[in-house]
């Protein structure tokens, strides 16, 4: 399955840390997570992929097509875009995540966002470590 997805916020901004009242020390998910979570969800709710929803092992490529030539850590945009993936219902658990390649595209990009694809994920080595002896 081929998915294209809107720019995800960065994990610095996918998070927010109250330091008062009763949620003081709770880590919580954003305004701004939150509307990327539900703009996700109508996306995957469109026909084509509302009967998918993927099983098992999975391998997932995800290409970034960055907004602007700002400079980004790639790993701070995994968090938002994985979690969701899972919330929109397309697998179950980020644990089913077995083989991951995320490649960031040159910048500025006409339409900005990325293209996650997943499929079955097959090893093609042995399921157990080698003996190291």
Same mark, same amino acid.
């Given at each position: 399955?081929? #998915? ?24 919580? #998910?954003? %305004? %701004? ?40 850590? #790639? ?42 694809? #997943? ?15």
């Amino acid at each position: 399955m081929i #998915i294209f997805l809107p720019w995800p916020p960065s994990a610095n901004r996918y998070w927010r840390h109250p330091t008062k009242g009763k949620l003081a020390g709770r880590h919580l #998910i954003s %305004e %701004e997570g939150r509307a990327y979570r539900k703009e996700v969800a109508s996306i995957v709710a469109m026909d084509k992929y509302q009967a998918v929803r993927m099983i098992g092992d999975l391998s997932v490529t995800i290409d970034c097509y960055p907004p602007d030539r700002r400079r980004r850590d #790639i790993d701070n945009l995994l968090k938002a875009l994985l979690d969701a993936m899972c919330k929109a219902g397309l697998y179950d658990d980020d644990s089913q995540i077995k083989r991951l390649l995320m490649t960031m595209r040159p910048a500025p990009c006409p339409h900005p966002g990325v293209r996650v694809e #997943i499929a079955q994920h097959a090893p093609p080595y042995p399921e157990r470590s080698p003996d190291p002896g």
